[in-house]
T-cell receptor
Framework: DTEVTQTPKHLVMGMTNKKSLKCEQH?????MYWYKQKAKKPPELMFV???????INESVPSRFSPECPNSSLLNLHLHALQPEDSALYLC??????????FGPGTRLTVL | GENVEQHPSTLSVQEGDSAVIKCTYS??????FPWYKQELGKRPQLIID?????GEKKDQRIAVTLNKTAKHFSLHITETQPEDSAVYFC???????????????FGSGTRLLVRP
């Protein structure tokens, strides 16, 4: 399997909801990433997990909570989001510092 | 600070012509430079990459050049086709603070339009 998968593809949530985004890869990659991408902008790094441990948090608000249950899975828990958090959320994985492979993304709309 | 500048922001070429996109990075410790193509509504797809120990790399119609001294790298697409139309992002890899993690710093993107 040479793909990164993400669920759901689309998510609409209210500001009081709690939801989770899921990411999975079976390429044996030990680094996994969450990015946020707004329209017509580059991906913006949020978190990096290395060997299942959080290694980089790019000063992301606490309403975004990452979790890495095992080496193949990465979750992003969402709570009390704001409309400006609406974006495409991309997961990626890599073998160390080599090429990052992106998932298809979850398009999130916060009402 | 960490920064990657990318130019031009938009590029329109006639089918069959060449397209060149240029990037400049700030961190001299960067040693890996990928290029991603992103079509509308799709994920970024890695199209070519280069490491700092190589000056040029080519894959069919796509080539990337790297000038470490000037901290410049460029994407060259020859014989462009309409399906090359997309947004292209350059990136530079830098080490995360305090551990062995690496992260990519992306350029702002170039919207390439290939006119039939």
């Amino acid at each position: 399997d040479t793909e990164v998968t993400q669920t759901p593809k689309h998510l609409v949530m209210g500001m009081t909801n709690k939801k989770s985004l899921k990411c999975e890869q079976h390429m044996g990659h030990r680094a996994m990433y969450w990015y946020k991408q707004k329209a017509k902008k580059p991906p913006e790094l949020m978190f990096v997990y290395s060997y299942e441990k959080l290694s980089i948090n790019e000063s992301v608000p606490s309403r975004f909570s990452p979790e890495c249950p095992n080496s193949s899975l990465l979750n992003l828990h969402l709570h009390a989001l704001q409309p400006e958090d609406s974006a495409l959320y991309l997961c990626a994985s890599s073998h160390g510092r080599n090429e990052q492979f992106f998932g298809p993304g979850t398009r999130l709309t916060v009402l | 600070g960490e920064n990657v500048e990318q130019h031009p922001s938009t590029l329109s070429v006639q089918e069959g012509d060449s397209a060149v996109i240029k990037c400049t990075y700030s961190d001299s410790a960067s040693n890996y430079f990928p290029w991603y193509k992103q079509e509308l509504g799709k994920r970024p797809q890695l199209i070519i990459d280069i490491r700092s120990n190589v000056g040029e790399k080519k894959d069919q119609r796509i080539a990337v050049t790297l000038n470490k001294t000037a901290k410049h790298f460029s994407l060259h697409i020859t014989e462009t086709q309409p399906e090359d139309s997309a947004v292209y992002f350059c990136a530079a890899s830098i080490r995360g603070r305090g551990d062995s993690s690496y992260k990519l710093i992306f350029g702002s993107g170039t919207r390439l339009l290939v006119r039939p």
